[in-house]
């Protein structure tokens, strides 16, 4: 079965600072990848998301994140980040159109001014 | 983007109680939603799988007479928490998938805090 790993579980940069956050996942061929973003008491924004082609994906917020196949990899990244910006991030992965939408366990940033 | 809404956004309900949540998806026609509950801290739990027109899908371990889902029509899915008891305090949160292919996305709802007295 896949399977998604966010390696930190909290990570804590300063306003202006890059980011990035970290996506792993274990499945036999190449999986349809997405990162969303939940603040608090919400529900969750998609971000971006991969299928094919490009490896490098732009998404909202100034977002992007980078396919890596040859590490299982498929990290997001900010080069500035905003106080905003502080909530929860989710990598997903799907196997094949159609299925469902398998969560890491979240990365939680905290932003500080 | 498509936009996803649930109502209502926060419940508290005495214990034995049953409790109905919504989930509309608003700009779109979804013929598959999906229903999660997601503890503190904690990722997302996929519940069950509702299709339009048909009986939901339970994920092992989910009480398919407990949390009874209803998938009327393609714009709306419903949730019901039947007899609640403190234990089923969660928040509940909805998606709903669109498109096909590489469009394939799956949009989700603003969340549904249930406390159960």
């Known amino acids: 079965a896949q399977s998604v790993t966010q390696p930190d579980i909290h990570i804590t940069v300063s306003e202006g600072a890059s980011l990035e956050l970290r996506c792993n996942y274990s499945?036999?061929?190449?999986?349809?990848l997405f990162w969303y973003v939940q603040s608090p008491g919400q529900g969750l924004q998609l971000l971006l998301k991969?299928?094919?082609?490009?490896?490098l994906v732009q998404g909202i917020k100034g977002f992007e994140a980078e396919f890596k196949r040859s590490q299982s990899s498929f990290n997001l990244r900010k080069p500035s980040v905003h106080w905003s910006d502080a909530a929860e991030y989710f990598c997903?992965?799907?196997?094949?159109?159609?299925?469902?939408?398998?969560f890491g366990t979240g990365t939680r940033l905290q932003v500080t001014l | 983007g498509a936009v996803v809404s649930q109502h209502p956004s926060r419940v508290i309900c005495k214990s034995g109680t049953s409790v109905k949540i919504e989930c509309r998806s608003l700009?779109?026609?979804?013929?598959?939603m999906f229903w999660y509950r997601q503890f503190p801290k904690q990722s997302l739990m996929l519940m069950a799988t509702?299709?339009?027109?048909?009986?939901?899908?339970?994920e092992q371990g989910v009480e398919k007479d407990k949390f009874l889902i209803n998938h009327a029509s393609l714009t709306l899915s419903t949730l019901t928490v039947t007899s609640a008891h403190p234990e089923d305090s969660s928040f509940y949160i909805c998606?709903?998938?669109?498109?096909?292919?590489?469009?394939?996305?799956?949009?989700f709802g603003p969340g549904t805090r249930l406390l159960v007295l």
């Open positions: 998606s709903a998938r669109t498109g096909g292919g590489s469009e394939e996305t799956q949009y």
């Open positions: 499945y036999g061929a190449t999986p349809y």
């Open positions: 991969y299928f094919s082609g490009d490896t």
């Open positions: 997903a992965v799907v196997t094949a159109f159609g299925s469902k939408l398998t």
């Open positions: 700009d779109f026609q979804a013929t598959t």
């Open positions: 509702s299709n339009e027109g048909s009986k939901a899908t339970y």
